[in-house]
């Protein structure tokens, strides 16, 4: 069977009244049930789309899958933004100690150092660990609900 371009803006549209946000998903779903659509024995496209949808599992089950792939986004945005905060709060760390070195051997800008780390820490760790503690616990609500 071949396909027109209004049996494929049909799909596309279909996909997206069903929660098939994901352009990636999108286009593979798209790409599955084209494909199967084409290599469909009869002529009427109705009968084979809904085969198609059928052989994925439903519409139920595309919208699982769509709710898979935006826990698999939230769950990476959590992962970077813990890295972040390791790697900016190690940052940080260091800086106070070598300044504490610096103060201990009484070498030059050893204030410098420590003015500098005392600061990033007061303006930029803290606000970060608490805006990263009340981004985790939203997150945590929405995959609960899930």
């Known amino acids: 069977?071949?396909?027109t371009d209004e049996n494929?803006?049909?799909i596309a549209t279909t996909l997206k009244f069903y929660g098939?946000?994901?352009?990636?998903?999108?286009?593979?779903?798209?790409?599955?049930?084209?494909?199967?659509?084409?290599?469909?024995?009869?002529?009427?496209?109705?009968?084979a789309y809904q085969e198609a949808i059928q052989n994925l599992g439903g519409y139920a089950s595309l919208q699982?899958?769509?709710?898979d792939v935006n826990e698999k986004?939230?769950?990476?945005?959590?992962?970077?933004?813990?890295r972040a905060f390791f790697l900016f709060s190690t940052?940080?760390?260091m800086l106070l100690a070598l300044g504490m070195l610096f103060k201990l051997n009484q070498?030059?800008?050893?204030?410098?150092?420590?003015?500098?780390?005392?600061?990033i820490l007061i303006f930029g760790t803290i606000p970060f660990a608490f805006y990263?503690?009340?981004?985790?616990?939203?997150?945590?609500?929405?995959?609960?609900?899930?």
């Open 1 to 3: 069977m071949i396909l």
């Open 8 to 10: 494929v803006e049909y």
């Open 20 to 47: 098939i946000t994901d352009v990636t998903l999108k286009e593979d779903l798209m790409d599955h049930i084209c494909t199967h659509i084409e290599c469909y024995n009869g002529t009427d496209f109705e009968k």
């Open 64 to 67: 699982n899958m769509q709710k």
């Open 73 to 82: 986004k939230l769950i990476r945005t959590i992962l970077a933004r813990k």
């Open 91 to 93: 940052f940080n760390i």
């Open 107 to 119: 070498w030059p800008y050893a204030s410098v150092l420590l003015a500098c780390g005392f600061s």
């Open 132 to 146: 990263n503690k009340y981004q985790l616990s939203k997150q945590k609500t929405i995959l609960k609900n899930r």
